[in-house]
């Protein structure tokens, strides 16, 4: 059962980077004991081959060049039970992106868009 989700989990990583939780999560959902997938993510984060700071920068970055803001983004990765040191990325080149985005919104409609992509006043 444990080559069952050692198995799983590394098509799973071939793909793209998980979470720990995520990984767990989509783990259970195809049909794996609680207690394999656990041992299977921890084996993994042991020898590096799962990663949150490389998850979460991967997320990040992903998202910033899709034009979402840091409220967003902290949302996203609370979904993930992650918490993270959002400040050294380039929310500026966010906002240019979802500026960009928002076509000829002008006034209270933009400002309701960017809200709803994650950026405060």
């Given at each position: ?13 071939e ?83 979802a ?23």
């Amino acid at each position: 059962m444990q080559s069952k989700a050692s198995d799983l989990l590394r098509a799973m990583l071939e793909r793209r980077e998980y979470s720990a939780y995520e990984a767990v999560s989509v783990l259970k959902s195809k049909g794996v004991d609680a207690q394999m997938s656990l041992a299977a993510v921890a084996d993994f984060k042991a020898k590096g081959w799962l990663c949150d700071l490389r998850f979460v920068e991967a997320k990040v970055t992903s998202l910033i060049q899709r034009g979402y803001g840091l409220y967003y983004v902290k949302q996203v990765l609370s979904g993930h039970n992650i918490t993270a040191d959002l400040s050294d990325y380039d929310w500026a080149y966010a906002r240019s992106v979802a500026l960009r985005k928002a076509g000829k919104r002008t006034g209270l409609a933009l400002r309701q868009f960017l809200f709803r992509r994650g950026f405060q006043s």
